[in-house]
């Protein structure tokens, strides 16, 4: 048995990552809606998303996935980013 925050009561949410969620100023917004319903505050939120936002679209997708993977699968199509952060599915590395 475990415990879980009330908010999220359902199952883990799903984001294609290459469909309109996936973009990064939607991935942003459910970040902060997250944080907030997790009582992160504001400062932490700032830090996160300031971090977020210093790189890469590989390094905002592996912020988001770090903090908050538990509660939403991310998918893509998208091989490289696949690839850089290291998925886990069973698919051949000649596919990869």
């Not at 699968?73 to 952060?85: I, V």
């Amino acid at each position: 048995m475990s415990i879980r925050h009330k908010s999220f009561k359902e199952s883990q949410k799903d984001i294609d990552l290459d469909g309109p969620d996936g973009n990064a100023f939607a991935l942003m917004a459910i970040f902060k809606n997250t944080a907030k319903q997790l009582d992160y505050n504001n400062d932490e939120i700032k830090k996160f998303t300031d971090d977020m936002m210093s790189g890469d679209y590989t390094n905002l997708v592996k912020i988001f996935n770090d903090h908050f993977g538990r509660y939403f699968t991310l998918y893509t199509s998208d091989k490289q980013l696949l690839r850089a952060l290291k998925s886990e599915d069973d698919i051949p590395e000649e596919e990869l």
